[in-house]
């Protein structure tokens, strides 16, 4: 999952806020240095530093198979011979543009075109596996400069004004003029292309996450729900936490083997390999603050016979080490990794002194942590407590649940919560998960820079935090799911706890001098205030699900991305630039790039469907009034025109879905050329100082389809001060819905907005049923 690019320094229109609110990577363009591989160990702080997620299934592949991939991950190369890539989309860019631009309802042999081209070259390649395609994987292309402008165009007609997007046009007219920079600039991007992997991993990296420097949780960090658990005694919280555990060192153990199964595509050119990089990043990786940018610690692939695998336990502030296995004793079991944690339970209520809530400060924002953990680090104890954190395999934090109306907010006719823990609905559960509930409950149990936190509430609450940069959701998703179906499957029916005679953990001790210790009351004070403006709310749609939307002959994403256009039109009277993240693990460590939902088909099918009123149109749950209801309503555009509207709507967003996923979306061109105009020529060009360009970067509407198989469901904050968050996981016969936005900004509402969303998508039910 992408979660779109944090815009804490522009309001809607990209203008600039106060410095205060500037975030300083959209200050701050410098020169790129070239960084080491994804998956190397990042020891040195100083080092450089991370959707619709796409569908994917897990091949019958062995694990020599996986091994044999990642062993070719560095080596491979592509050509610019008259079968590169580059040569391929130049011949088919006109097909490609002939055929979207001309389809209707009842034309569905474009797919079987389009959806065959990425087979066609690259089984180009001298070795392809028993489904045609390469035993490597490709590179992410750098498309056609022209095609990348055209399209850029297209995305700004419905965001921007006729004024702003005339000079547009005529700064990209200059840009792409032949004796213009563009087609110098482009040519670096293909020069870096073939030199390196990935040519905008590391563009991409900085720009979504490491040179952003506002808090990790609500703007950065998602949290995920999975079903409560009914925990009796202490003893079971211990085991089914142990069972957690166990389940992840199994996991690091088949990440050690090389076996983890080959993933392929399910959809979209089905059985395409798919880069596996990113799951080799879940565990013992851990993001390190910087104060101009941040890094990563990543683990290394090969384990050493003398390494250790421990994880840190937090439970009220206090912080543990456990070895769950060691080189002179092996791994431990079930029932001992239990004993370690019941020791955790019980030690940490009863301790003499409370301990300073240092994971606190990973809450602040990045600069400030940075400087703070300069500041511990002159303590060689406190090293050592950095470098046990940052290197286990995940953080579990045992927590206290929130109180039952922690920031309680829905409405009237909204469908009852699916999942309790007493009286806690499934929207304050999401809360514990994301940020904590603040300095008093749990945001001080966290260290929020690692990859993985598990969250385990003696209430039966749990999930997890986790940190976006080394990876996108479905990784994590995937792992946890793995899990806890075995957990399901095989319940144990053992409640007892055998004694054993094992070390107890280690007890992490901080010390702290005067300088630090007024950080702590600064800290609280500045969290609690971002956890109180967090306008959060999760909203089951329960009329009808993916079942229903597929009867259509609709794509349940594409569906779903245009109700939350048409919700937004209800309430704004104006669709704005939308970020939904879209895989591109079909190539060399491919991650995301953006599917811009709000297209032109989409503005005006929104239109004709509120009938041509504007902003804050009368929402159907908000009539109260029975005569009010009972009123003839007319329309002013037939069910015919709407249809057509739609299905012209459904088509471009498809469109624009499908060139995403093939590596040729304008999100990613347009960073590699703003980018190259640095590194060339030494300033930003102009075309990304215009204010049609800092309006597109500005995503008021961040999405993602957060897809489980269990009935567990992802959410996070918004994007912008004044924007939405909104994830969704589709089920057949339901939709569950995270949405997001912030109190201090007076023109949002989550609970509004969820609103919109239930009137949209039974409008559309009726426009689309028989």
């Not at 920031?407 to 806690?424: E, K, L, M, S």
């Not at 385990?456 to 997890?464: A, M, Q, S, V």
């Amino acid at each position: 999952m992408g979660l779109g690019k944090r815009e804490a320094g522009q309001t809607d229109e990209g203008q600039d806020l106060p410095a205060n609110w500037l975030s300083n990577a959209r200050r701050r363009r410098r020169r790129m240095r070239r960084c080491p591989a994804p998956w190397k160990a990042q020891a040195d702080p100083k080092g450089a530093n991370v959707a619709s997620n796409e569908a994917s299934t897990s091949a019958a592949g062995s694990g020599p198979e996986s091994a044999a991939l990642f062993s070719k991950l560095r080596s491979f190369s592509i050509g610019s011979g008259p079968n590169s890539p580059q040569r391929v989309v130049s011949n088919l860019r006109g097909f490609l543009t002939h055929r979207l631009s001309n389809i209707t309802p009842s034309d569905t042999g474009w797919k079987d075109s389009i959806l065959s081209i990425p087979k066609k070259w690259l089984s180009t390649a001298e070795s392809v596996d028993e489904f045609g395609f390469p035993d490597t994987l490709p590179k992410v292309p750098v498309p056609a400069l022209d095609e990348t402008m055209d399209d850029y165009i297209r995305a700004l007609e419905p965001i921007t004004t006729p004024a702003q997007l005339e000079r547009t046009k005529e700064l990209i007219r200059q840009f792409s003029a032949p004796q213009g920079i563009g087609a110098r600039l482009h040519q670096y991007l293909l020069d870096k292309r073939e030199a390196e992997d990935n040519w905008a991993y590391y563009y991409w990296l900085n720009e979504m996450y490491m040179d952003i420097r506002i808090p990790l949780p609500i703007n950065s960090n998602p949290g995920m729900v999975f079903p409560p658990r009914r925990f009796k005694t202490v003893h079971d919280v211990a085991h089914f936490a142990a069972r957690l555990l166990d389940g992840i060192l199994s996991h690091r153990e088949m990440l050690d083997s090389g076996e983890l199964p080959l993933e392929r595509a399910a959809s979209r050119e089905k059985n395409q390999p798919l880069c596996m990089a990113q799951y080799y990043r879940l565990l013992g990786s851990c993001r390190r603050p910087g104060v101009k940018q941040d890094s990563q610690f990543l683990p290394s692939r090969e384990r050493l016979n003398d390494e250790d695998r421990h994880v840190v336990l937090i439970c009220r502030n206090q912080m543990y080490c456990v070895v769950l296995q060691a080189s002179d004793r092996g791994k431990l079991s079930e029932s001992e990794i239990a004993s370690q944690i019941l020791y955790v339970l019980s030690d940490a209520p009863c301790l003499p002194a409370k301990p300073v809530p240092v994971g606190l400060l990973t809450a602040e924002p990045r600069s400030t942590w940075a400087r703070d953990r300069e500041l511990l680090q002159e303590d060689e104890r406190n090293q050592r407590n950095l470098e046990l954190i940052e290197t286990a395999q995940v953080v579990l934090c045992l927590d206290e649940p929130l109180a039952g109306n922690f920031n309680a907010r829905g409405f009237t006719g909204a469908t009852p919560t699916v999942h309790r823990a007493g009286d806690r609905d499934e929207t304050n559960m999401a809360h514990e998960m994301i940020h904590g509930g603040g300095s008093e409950y749990n945001s001080g149990n966290r260290w929020f820079d690692k990859t993985m936190q598990l969250i385990i509430c003696t209430d039966g609450t749990w999930g997890l935090c986790y940190e976006h940069s080394c990876s996108e959701g479905i990784a994590v998703v995937q792992l946890l799911e793995k899990i806890y179906k075995k957990i399901e499957e095989h319940p144990d029916e053992d409640n007892g706890l055998p004694q054993h005679h094992l070390p107890p953990p280690e007890r992490l001790e901080w010390h702290v001098g005067p300088q630090l210790q007024v950080r702590f009351a600064q800290a609280s004070k500045s969290v609690d205030k971002c956890i109180d403006d967090l306008d959060f709310y999760v909203y089951r749609y329960q009329s009808y699900g993916k079942t229903f939307i597929k009867s259509c002959q609709v794509s349940p994403d594409v569906y779903i991305q245009l109700a939350l256009q048409l919700a937004h039109y209800k309430l704004h009277g104006r669709l704005v630039a939308t970020y939904e993240s879209a895989s591109t693990r079909r190539f060399l460590h491919g991650r995301v790039d953006c599917i811009r939902a709000a297209s032109t088909e989409a503005l005006e099918w929104a239109k004709a469907m509120c009938q041509g009123e504007g902003a804050n149109v009368p929402l159907e749950s908000d009539r109260e009034d029975e005569e009010e209801s009972r009123k003839v309503k007319f329309s002013i555009y037939s069910k015919d025109h709407l249809r057509e509207l739609f299905r012209c709507a459904v088509a471009r967003q498809t469109e624009v879905m499908v060139k995403n996923i093939l590596g040729n979306g304008i999100d990613i061109p347009l960073l590699g050329l703003r980018e190259a105009s640095i590194e060339v020529t030494g300033e930003m060009h102009e075309l990304f100082k215009d204010e049609s360009y800092n309006i597109s970067q500005c995503f008021l509407l961040s999405t993602s389809q957060v897809a489980c198989s269990t009935d567990s469901f992802m959410g996070y904050g918004p994007v912008t001060p004044r924007g939405y968050g909104c994830s969704y996981n589709p089920h057949p016969e339901q939709i569950v819905f995270c949405v997001s936005a912030f109190y201090s900004c007076e023109d949002t509402s989550a609970s509004r907005y969820a609103k919109s969303l239930q009137d949209s998508l039974d409008i559309m039910r009726n426009l689309l049923q028989n």
